[in-house]
């Protein structure tokens, strides 16, 4: 299961290995990996929300320190890099290591440095083994990108561009003004709510000053925008990489929510500008350097680095093949009903269908309950109805379903039993309906062993890079992709490629597929 992503800088839109090349057993030239729970335990009610783009920069935001106004303790960026460095690997499910990829970020690190603003900066850059388009930088130089981020990223260029932007973050010292900034506003959100008697007037100016911080950390993103685009060019690389970059972004989260078309209206508690505003800013900055067409992008190169390398989830977290979700290991797989986007994460998978209903699947440890009513009915379901509380059997397996409501939130619960283990599906809904009691139930009965012969033929997701020939076009170039719902390879091919529907592919183009 994979790790939604909620803290990106550039990003914003989630064992044994069976190639040797691709060891997850330690870091790429860091400290050690910390190990990361596959089934995670529920919290006492299912948080929804939409995915948020924000800077991971310091974490759990815990105090760094009292120093004098305008100056900082020495040393205080690396401490909190250091501190926050395991935290960062272990949630983003450890360090991948693949020679390629590693090829790849090393051939453009080292002329960025020198074209930054800050040359003797050093930096500690770590490929995190996630599928989510990340990239973010700690204080001290700790930079990440993930490897999901890698295989969208069509050029050396694009990838420059990422680093670019999070080496400037580092070097503006981002981090730091960040969290003085949201002390601040802490500490006067809490005078206002113990000393304005005037409820309504301490809530409004609660909101304005969340406001203020939210568009405080959107400059600093369009500051970090510009930076790079100019480190970018320093170094040699194309000034337009980061426009377009972005764009792959966008096209990207928009294949990803399932929708045709997604609000261009900011969301000014987000961290971060909307894309127009960012490409706008990214373009801009392009233009003052030249035309497009100048710097280098070389495409063919970084692509044959990051051919072979794994794509999608982590064998150990299961697999998600179009709207189903099997897991090898543990013999066990669901679909969700169409409509539905699943998310694999570390500790759980998610759905969600665009109308208002989410769905969470995860394990639970049964070995000290009896029967699966009791189980129910021990306390961890806030807002159940015990009169809803109904034993049944699926698909063989002993299983309970009940119903919740709590906050305003209606619940429909099912928990399966294997063993000492029970599987749980929690659906989650403002405005439930008929529609959704039979979603519900859908899932819930698809809930299955797998074969002998399905768990042999689950096989890890690839890159792989292919030339294109005469005749090619994106359509039938798709075609040979694997894991992704037939009705929409065509447009998962464009996204990963960056390539538009209506332009023909010239012979000799290198390409990306995705394959088992």
């Not at 990440?144 to 503006?172: F, K, P």
């Not at 497009?292 to 390398?309: K, T, V, W």
């Not at 012969?453 to 039938?476: F, M, N, Q, W």
Request: net charge positive; aromatic share 6%; glycine share 10%.
């Amino acid at each position: 299961m994979n790790r939604v992503d909620d803290s990106s800088c550039f990003g914003g839109a989630t064992a044994k290995r069976d190639r040797s090349s691709d060891r997850r057993d330690g870091p790429v030239g860091f400290g050690p990996m910390a190990p990361v729970r596959r089934l995670g335990r529920l919290a006492a009610a299912l948080c929804i929300a939409a995915t948020v783009a924000a800077c991971q920069l310091l974490g759990d935001g815990s105090q760094v320190g009292t120093v004098a106004p305008g100056s900082l303790r020495p040393n205080l960026a690396a401490d909190i890099g250091a501190r926050e460095h395991p935290r960062v690997v272990a949630t983003y499910g450890g360090v991948y290591k693949n020679p390629g990829a590693e090829r790849a970020v090393a051939s453009v690190v080292g002329r960025l440095v020198e074209a930054s603003q800050d040359p003797s900066q050093s930096y500690r850059i770590t490929i995190l083994n996630s599928p989510a388009i990340n990239a973010f930088a700690l204080p001290g130089g700790y930079l990440y990108v993930t490897r999901g981020l890698l295989a969208l990223a069509n050029d050396t260029s694009e990838l420059a561009a990422v680093l670019a932007h999070e080496m400037a973050h580092v070097t503006a010292n981002h981090a730091i003004e960040r969290q003085q900034r949201a002390e601040a506003r802490d500490l006067a959100d809490r005078i206002l709510t113990n000393v304005v008697r005037d409820s309504e007037q301490a809530r409004q100016a609660i909101i304005s000053s969340q406001l203020s911080f939210a568009r405080f950390s959107q400059v600093q993103e369009l500051e970090a925008d510009a930076i790079g685009v100019k480190t970018l060019a320093g170094a040699g690389f194309d000034p337009y990489a980061a426009a377009r970059f972005l764009t792959s972004m966008a096209n990207y989260a928009k294949y990803q929510s399932a929708q045709k078309e997604t609000s261009a209206a900011p969301d000014f508690l987000s961290s971060h500008p909307t894309t127009p505003e960012r490409l706008s800013i990214a373009v801009k900055a392009a233009r003052q350097v030249g035309a497009p067409g100048i710097g280098e992008r070389d495409r063919d190169r970084y692509l044959g680095q990051i051919d072979g390398m794994l794509f999608g989830d982590d064998p150990l977290e299961g697999f998600v093949r179009g709207r189903a979700f099997l897991h090898k290991a543990l013999g066990i797989g669901f679909t969700v009903p169409q409509g539905y986007v699943l998310e694999n994460t570390p500790e759980a998978v998610l759905a969600s269908n665009g109308d208002g209903t989410a769905m969470r699947f995860d394990g639970a440890d049964l070995s000290s309950f009896d029967s699966l009513s009791d189980y129910m009915t021990s306390g961890w379901i806030n807002g159940l109805l015990p009169q809803s509380v109904r034993e049944t059997t699926i698909n063989g397996l002993p299983g309970v379903t009940g119903a919740a409501i709590t906050q305003g939130w209606s619940f429909r619960i099912a928990v399966l039993r294997i063993g000492r283990t029970g599987y749980r599906f929690i659906f989650a809904s403002r405005s439930p309906n008929d529609a959704y009691e039979t979603e519900f139930r859908q899932t819930a009965e698809s809930f299955r062993q797998l074969t002998p012969t399905e768990r042999a033929r689950l096989r890890s997701l690839r890159i792989k890079v292919v030339t294109s020939k005469p005749g090619d076009t994106p359509r039938s170039l798709a075609i040979g992709m694997s894991g992704v719902d037939a009705a929409r390879r065509l447009a998962f091919f464009l996204v990963l490629n960056g390539l538009d529907a209506n332009r023909p592919i010239p012979p000799g183009t290198t390409v990306k597929l995705v394959v088992d």
